[in-house]
């Protein structure tokens, strides 16, 4: 027994040496720290940084600095600049280019112009110091984005143009860290620009040539190894990391451009980008905060003034620089108070870049403590203040938009949308799926049903059970993205009744559809089961041929036939075809009609869509095919058709969807019916249909049919 007390002593001495109880220990500190201060309105970042402060060997010497932490650190900081990169909305940025570039050029000359002077001539700094730590000024991280997300006014353009203006200010300030660090060991000659230069146009090849096609390639040929596409997106972000070292930056720099280049090959609301930030912000970016904290020595703030000093003014200079580019960025693009203090709520917050910066500086001795524990209180107060700030700012901008009467209405039909997912082979759901996903609003609290309708016979219930099993592996596809997946299989005489009887009773808006398969020349130019769906259903139905992930799309070709603007499902595959280029960050180009052009931008501008959109004009549809010289083999193609008896429904139209598969079987593409009427006109006319009698009547042809073969098989 005392052996055991002297073992369990030993193994809880100070600082702790068991791996496994140290671990334990990180891991409980990243799940109650921001839970704690989740009650008080504070940002989770905060906590992990104060609780390695507390645990490290400057404060209670629970843990120490050694090669498992600084790996993990490593991994951590890496992970913090990759997702940097990853999260860019390239689309905002490039739609906002000019204004995002005037925000990004203020929110990174007056931090630096202000800074430098203050901490070469007031605290005394040599010139890289003060250079080094001024050029922190200018970084800003988006810690508080997730406010403005949560309270829906991420297509506000003070928005965009902050999440734009990263861009600029990262890159710059991280290209002067590597500059001081070549100056700093006596290297800043003609031959270090010169070889920088080289290696920088090398290494930016590489990045932004040959790694999307190599991505590309890897995602086509290994479309369902899920789990590998995450292990080739960490090699290629640690494998970027070294060729930046290599190249004579720092590995941040490489992370950071492995984020930019595999940005639009990883669409943000795809299980891939679910798993990227699930591990990254469960794991190894908490990790990275706390072996940060650790790095803080109190004593040195306890010695004498000297560390508060410095800790002020830094909190001070860097606020204020924000607060300066936020104002003339307000005056030149005339926005209002509450956008400029959007601005500077979201601009103000400084943690990732700023770290990195600051640590590189201080490992390489051209920075000393003060600057590091300073740094570390700025992080604290700029944390609580841009949270703070934003949610003030956010808050009224949605009080004012409360009168934009038609973003309301259309904003309340997503919310309530509902997508319904029939199939009739399970290879093919899962691209579909994945389409459904992309496409979703997921303020919608209605999940994604995928629906198996199963024929009414003897073996009913055994097929049930059996289709049930294979589409449980679907619903945790569905759960790897954080979209609920429902699956839904039903008895009915023919799929088509099943079909439009389920879509009626969960009241689905959306139906996405595989493209059908010709078996037979009874069959119809659009496929027999889905014509029957488009006539007893009157929702927005996709009817999607995918031979190729959606990722390795360049652009989205749209063509709308004449008065589709008048359809009542005009808004919401403008909306939903948006959001897939979005996603994809691709460009999206519409063949229509000038009424219809009027129409699209109207909707865009009050819809706020944020997107890079070109409109050619489109008229000739008795030569449709003309248009195969404008399609590549890397287009998505959309074809906006239309059912009989609405606005805008050609005969035509009847035939493309087959001219479609015939001429362009190597691409992807869509046939979109846009819902006809209001829900409330397909309630009443639905209304007083029963389909009791339509039972009787299949259930007595198919007992006679049973019966006449009986016969035969008696004979």
């Given amino acids: 027994m005392t052996d055991f007390i002297n073992h369990l002593i030993h193994e809880f001495e100070l600082p702790l040496g068991n791996p496994v109880l140290v671990f334990s220990l990180i891991l409980f500190i990243i799940l109650l720290s921001p839970i704690l201060l989740k009650r008080l309105n504070i940002p989770g970042i905060i906590g992990l940084i104060i609780s390695g402060v507390v645990i490290g060997p400057h404060g209670l010497n629970i843990l120490e600095k050694n090669s498992a932490i600084d790996l993990f650190s490593t991994i951590g900081l890496l992970y913090i600049m990759f997702i940097a990169g990853l999260e860019l909305d390239m689309n905002e940025f490039k739609a906002n280019r000019n204004k995002s570039l005037l925000f990004g050029f203020c929110t990174f000359i007056f931090p630096l112009a202000i800074g430098f002077p203050v901490c070469f001539y007031f605290l005394n700094y040599d010139f890289n110091a003060s250079f080094l730590t001024a050029s922190m000024f200018a970084t800003h991280t988006l810690v508080a984005y997730p406010i403005v997300s949560k309270l829906g006014i991420v297509k506000n353009q003070a928005v965009a143009i902050t999440i734009g203006g990263t861009i600029l200010t990262d890159t710059a300030v991280l290209i002067i860290l590597a500059v001081i660090m070549g100056n700093t060991n006596g290297n800043l000659n003609q031959e270090f620009w010169l070889r920088l230069g080289i290696s920088l146009a090398i290494f930016s090849a590489i990045m932004f040539l040959l790694i999307p096609k190599i991505a590309k390639w890897f995602f086509r040929k290994l479309e369902s190894e899920k789990h590998s596409h995450y292990i080739f997106v960490l090699s290629v972000v640690f494998f970027a990391a070294f060729l930046a070292e290599v190249a004579g930056v720092e590995p941040i720099i490489g992370a950071f451009v492995a984020g930019l280049a595999l940005n639009k090959l ?337 909707f865009s501008v009050e819809m706020k869509l944020n997107i890079k959109m070109t409109i050619n004009i489109f008229e000739d549809w008795e030569d449709f095919l003309v248009l195969s010289r404008k399609i590549n083999e890397d287009d998505l193609f959309v074809l906006i058709s239309a059912r009989k008896g609405s606005a805008s429904y050609m005969n035509l139209l009847e035939k493309l969807p087959f001219k479609l598969g015939k001429h362009f079987p190597d691409n992807n593409k869509f046939v979109i019916y846009p819902q006809q009427f209001d829900n409330a006109y397909t309630a009443q006319r639905y209304e007083d249909l029963s389909s009791q009698p339509l039972n009787i009547g299949i259930e007595t042809i198919q007992k006679i049919g049973k019966d006449i073969g009986s016969i035969f098989k008696g004979k």
């Fill in 266 to 602: 990883i669409p943000h609301s795809s299980a891939l980008m679910n798993r990227i930030e699930f591990i990254g912000n469960s794991l190894f970016i908490p990790f990275f905060l706390i072996s940060v904290g650790m790095l803080v020595d109190t004593s040195v703030i306890l010695k004498g003034p000297t560390a508060l000093i410095v800790a002020g003014t830094l909190s001070v200079v860097a606020l204020l620089g924000k607060w300066v580019a936020a104002l003339i960025t307000q005056y030149t693009l005339k926005y209002s108070k509450v956008q400029r203090q959007l601005i500077f709520g979201l601009s103000s917050a400084h943690a990732a870049a700023t770290l990195a910066v600051i640590l590189v500086g201080y490992k390489a001795n051209i920075l000393d403590e003060n600057i590091l524990n300073g740094t570390i209180i700025l992080i604290l107060i700029t944390c609580v203040i841009a949270s703070f700030v934003t949610e003030k700012a956010a808050k009224q901008i949605v009080i004012e938009s409360e009168n934009d009467k038609t973003d309301l209405v259309v904003a309340n039909k997503l919310n309530e949308e509902h997508i319904l997912l029939p199939i009739a082979s399970i290879k093919k759901i899962e691209k579909l799926l994945e389409f459904s996903i992309l496409i979703k609003d997921k303020k919608s609290p209605n999940p994604v049903s995928i629906l198996s309708v199963v024929s009414n016979d003897k073996e009913a219930e055994s097929n049930i059970i059996k289709t049930r099993n294979k589409l449980e592996e679907f619903v945790r596809q569905g759960s790897a993205t954080e979209t609920k997946v429902n699956a839904i299989t039903t008895i009915d005489h023919n799929i088509t009744s099943g079909v439009a009887r389920i879509s009626r009773e969960i009241m689905a808006n959306i139906i996405v559809m595989g493209w059908p398969v010709r078996s037979g020349v009874l069959d119809k130019l659009i496929g027999e089961k889905t014509e029957s769906i488009l006539e007893n259903t009157d929702k927005t139905v996709f009817i999607c041929d995918l031979v190729k992930p959606l990722v390795l799309h360049k652009r989205i070709l749209v063509v709308v036939p004449p008065l589709a603007e008048h359809e009542n499902g005009f808004d919401l595959w403008v909306v939903k075809i948006a959001k897939l280029a979005q996603e994809l960050s691709i460009p999206l180009f519409l063949e229509c009609n000038p009424a219809t052009q009027k129409a699209v931008e109207k």
